[in-house]
């Protein structure tokens, strides 16, 4: 350490020069390479990860740079604790969102997006993010989608990836196939365009193989809770059985089938112990059974309906409270009641879940009761609550189980639903018409795109040869720069149209071939890119095996809990096959993941939808870098967002100003104050347990209640107790920690001076329990220091989510009674 450098008084009125210190320190980090990661030879790896944007046209906003700051303070306070940190950050910028904005422009993407990228790295980089430069990527570019490609060619090569026709949902305006999750009540959520269903050649990777590890899996990795629900609510396992119907001879019936006859039905079912009350059959319209089992004198009746079916998109079907069906003319024999029971088609049955049919129990299944009631079909009942009678009428389905026993099931009646279930299963495999099957509500990933904007996918055909792979040494397949890539509706991709591009020689036997024209989903560019980082500078080896073992898994990814699903769902998937192959040796990619919240404006989330953004930059342009990333992190815990107001920056900017104060002044003579350093000690050990949980908020809090008594009755404080509030503020503040850091006569970023230590008997705090009700009503109880004022009582309720919950908007009256309770008139 160096001796002080003396400074003036400095003026607290005054404050500092936010724009002068953070282009002067930004400027250093540059020259000294501060934030350059040793990525070969660095000690404790930490990788902190932040979900890579999509480089809009319109810039970052404040909630954006809400969720990144979150991140950077993360690995600032590893780098605090003495890891090696690495924050690096690429862009997102593949896929319809770019194509749309350029075609509505009248401009090429790849025009757009360099200028894109140039200005979210312009606004990052001011917004001081410790991030490496160095190894930043785009999807865009040949270096990384070479890479994309390869990763499809090791599926393929694993017998993973596949071709077949779909029932998919199309997008009539976007002309384009969407994911299940983007179609929103039947409609386009880009567009809100009316979604179709259509039938195309479309490339998919069989992700179903690895549901039971993917599932499992949840069990122990470290993520939000929220996340992992709702990976296994999509992953959707079922245990049950597969129960076989026999189709009864059209002679049996005395009506004749057009087509061949078709002996057996299977049906997939949790609920074998309702076999007795299986009254029909229901097939999806587009089941390949469906034609066959129609007979000729309802034909016309049935088409019409599968041709009606095959316009609605498949969540209007899951979620249409209308039920309509038709009536194919067969029958099947119950195997349980050796009765003939009539097959149905309707689209409330799905392809895509189990068998794509279903026994239908009307007794005690909703969607069952409603389509026989519509269609006067019997409605059997088989299971009784404690103390019911078996014909006891039913009025709607009786689906409380809990308790029921069964009734009118022959050698069943009387056993419990669970033991029913067991005893039916047992017995309908010992006469071979049933067997215990485990199913998945996941289907697999289909990655086919009929746009221009993203990477071609590696596949080449060839009339002698069939489908070839794309040889690994012809990679990257690079995508042509066409003037005409507006889609059309014909389903095929605009890569189509330009013969010069698709014609091309077989690998194998050299024959005139053609290439795929679609591209690939871009949840597979995204799916993959945090291997690549560390290795970004490399163009020959999709990633360096030695550093990924370093590196690898990520010790901490933040991102939108929006992509809960597919893309960390799609992430997981790609490490298990590549650890599989070898590749890796891990199979999850993300040691742990938490969901950042979202700013809350005029009443809404953020967004450019809403009409309520804000540009960081203005805000970053009169009060700093500094006061800005602290007052995103003080607005509320960080897994659950905030209400931004315009003004409230003021408050954090002050105290920002009192902190350059106090260094300012710090006296060196005599000895700091005793209870000032048990407040020092308690907020050393706040805000670092504070942080490792993300709550920023009361972090930020606990420093501004310690400068309170740094400053209190205007006192001058000794550097050892303003000293140490420097390192702390470092990760929220970074640069006018660097620029206080350096006026103390330290060499070297304030960054690498390690986490302050504090003292636990100095660090002792005596806290009470204080209720807090909202306009009068008790809302909870939060812990708090027994000296605790209004101000310290008040962001520890806004800090509690059960609390925090009922406090909307500003408080128009505040009761606090110190030591007993507060009183928030909202």
């Not at 360099?114 to 312009?122: L, V």
């Not at 019997?378 to 009678?389: D, T, Y």
Request: net charge negative.
């Amino acid at each position: 350490m160096t001796e002080p450098i003396t400074q003036p008084p400095a003026n607290e009125a005054g404050g500092y020069d936010p724009a002068a210190i953070e282009h002067k320190w930004q400027t250093r980090w540059r020259e000294r390479g501060t934030n350059a990661t040793d990525l070969e030879g660095g000690d404790r790896p930490f990788y902190a990860l932040m979900m890579f944007p999509y480089p809009s046209a319109e810039g970052l906003h404040v909630g954006n740079l809400f969720a990144f700051t979150g991140n950077d303070i993360y690995g600032r306070f590893h780098r605090l604790r003495g890891h090696t940190v690495f924050e690096p950050l690429g862009y997102d910028a593949f896929g319809i969102h770019s194509e749309n904005y350029a075609l509505k422009l009248g401009r090429h993407p790849a025009d757009l997006i360099p200028k894109n990228i140039a200005n979210f790295r312009r606004q990052l980089e001011r917004a001081g993010l410790m991030v490496d430069w160095r190894y930043s990527l785009s999807t865009t570019d040949p270096g990384y989608y070479k890479w994309t490609q390869w990763i499809f060619l090791q599926l393929l090569n694993r017998g993973l990836a596949y071709k077949k026709k779909a029932a998919v949902n199309w997008c009539p305006k976007d002309k384009t196939v969407l994911a299940n999750e983007q179609v929103i009540a039947g409609v386009c959520e880009r567009c809100k365009t009316p979604v179709e269903q259509r039938f195309l050649e479309q490339w998919f990777f069989e992700i179903t193989k690895y549901a039971g590890r993917l599932l499992d899996n949840l069990d122990w990795i470290d993520w939000s809770e929220t996340t992992k629900s709702a990976q296994r609510n999509w992953i959707g396992r079922s245990v049950g059985a597969e129960i076989t119907f026999d189709v009864m001879p059209s002679s049996e019936r005395g009506t004749q089938r057009a087509s061949g006859e078709v002996s057996r039905i299977a049906v997939f079912t949790t609920r074998a112990d309702t076999i007795f009350g299986a009254s029909y059959l229901v097939l999806a319209p587009e089941h390949p059974l469906a034609a066959e089992l129609t007979t000729s004198s309802r034909r016309a009746e049935v088409e019409a309906y599968r041709e009606r079916s095959a316009k609605k998109d498949v969540i209007a079907r899951k979620v249409t409270k209308e039920k309509t069906g038709v009536f194919t003319g067969s029958y099947a024999r119950n195997p349980a009641t050796a009765q003939p029971i009539p097959i149905w088609i309707a689209d409330y049955v799905l392809m895509e879940y189990g068998t794509g049919a279903i026994m239908a129990v009307p007794g005690h299944d909703e969607r069952d009761f409603e389509f026989a009631q519509a269609f006067g079909l019997p409605i059997p009942r088989v299971v009784v609550a404690e103390g019911e009678s078996a014909d006891a009428p039913l009025s709607a389905a009786f689906t409380d189980n809990e308790g029921g026993r069964l009734v009118n099931s022959g050698r069943l009646d009387g056993l419990t639903v669970d033991e029913g279930k067991r005893a039916a299963v047992a017995w309908l495999e010992e006469i071979g018409a049933a067997r215990t099957v485990v199913n998945y509500r996941l289907h697999d990933w289909c990655i086919s795109r009929q746009r221009y904007w993203g990477p071609p996918i590696p596949i080449i055909y060839c009339d002698a040869c069939g489908p070839q792979p794309v040889p690994e040494s012809d990679l990257p397949v690079l995508l042509p720069n066409i003037a005409d890539f507006t889609p059309d509706d014909s389903g095929i991709s605009p890569l189509a149209r330009h013969h010069e591009w698709y014609r091309v020689p077989c690998p194998t036997c050299g024959a005139l071939a053609r290439r795929e024209t679609d591209v690939s989903d871009t949840f597979l560019d995204s799916a993959w890119y945090f291997l690549r980082y560390p290795s970004a500078d490399r163009d020959d080896v999709a990633f360096d095996r030695a550093l990924a073992k370093k590196w690898l898994p990520v010790d901490s990814y933040i991102g939108g809990n929006e992509h809960a699903v597919l893309h960390l769902l799609y992430s997981r998937f790609i490490t298990m096959v590549l650890h599989d192959a070898g590749y890796v040796t891990f199979e999850e990619p993300f040691k742990r993941f938490r969901a950042h919240g979202h700013i809350v404006r005029d009443g809404a989330k953020m967004s450019k939808t809403k009409g309520n953004i804000v540009n960081p930059d203005d805000l970053i342009e009169e009060w700093g870098a500094d006061a800005f990333r602290t007052y995103l992190m003080f607005l509320g815990p960080y897994e659950e967002g905030g209400d931004y107001r315009d003004r409230g920056i003021s408050g954090v900017k002050r105290f920002l100003d009192r902190l350059w104060v106090s260094v300012a002044n710090a006296r060196t003579d005599g000895v700091p104050d005793d209870s000032v350093m048990r407040k020092l000690h308690q907020t050393i050990r706040k805000v670092g347990d504070d942080i490792p949980r993300l709550s920023y908020n009361t972090a930020v809090a606990a420093m501004m209640e310690y400068i309170n008594v740094v400053r209190a009755y205007e006192r001058t404080p000794h550097r050892s107790e303003v000293e140490p509030l420097v390192q702390l503020v470092s990760p929220f503040a970074p640069h006018i920690a660097e620029e206080l850091w350096e006026r103390l006569g330290h060499d070297g970023s304030v960054m690498d001076a390690g986490w302050p230590e504090y003292d636990p008997a100095l660090a002792t705090e005596d806290t009470i329990e204080m209720a807090v009700q909202v306009n009068g009503k008790t809302r909870g109880k939060v812990r708090v220091a027994k000296d605790a004022d209004q101000a310290a009582v008040i962001v520890a309720a806004r800090a509690d989510a059960q609390i925090a919950k009922f406090i909307t908007g500003e408080p128009k009256k505040i009761i606090f009674v110190p030591g007993r309770l507060i009183n928030i008139v909202v």
